[in-house]
């Protein structure tokens, strides 16, 4: 089984920054991409940034381009999502997502909290 934990969530005022964490731990043989996801209340679950994990393509949501940097540390199976400029509208729950071994189960995370306000 596999346990995705995400840290780094908070409050942060606008045109501040954020660093968010996650981390796969269990059984894990290969990992095929690992991603950050975010919903606002009352929206849909939209995809914020994704990595691929043997080579390091990263693709990013129009509204976070230039803002929002995606990397990873393969050894330690975790994910990092810096998060600068922030605009009261990144608010919303941020989820890790990791896509994991040959047959490529999908994994989430519960969730971190980001609220930017003044």
């Known amino acids: 089984q596999v346990r995705i934990v995400e840290s780094g969530g908070g409050l942060v005022q606008p045109g501040g920054s954020l660093r968010l964490s996650c981390a796969a731990f269990?059984?894990?043989?290969?990992?095929?991409?690992m991603g950050w996801f975010r919903q606002a209340p009352g929206k849909q679950r939209e995809l914020v940034a994704l990595i691929t994990w043997n080579d390091g393509i990263t693709n990013y949501a129009d509204s976070v381009k230039g803002r929002f940097t995606i990397s990873r540390d393969n050894a330690q199976n975790t994910v990092y999502l810096q998060m600068n400029i922030l605009k009261p509208e990144d608010t919303a729950v941020y989820y890790c997502?990791?896509?994991?071994?040959?047959?490529?189960?999908?994994?989430w995370g519960q969730g971190t909290q980001v609220t930017v306000s003044s």
């Open positions: 269990g059984t894990i043989r290969s990992i095929y991409n």
């Open positions: 997502n990791a896509i994991v071994g040959s047959f490529r189960y999908t994994y």
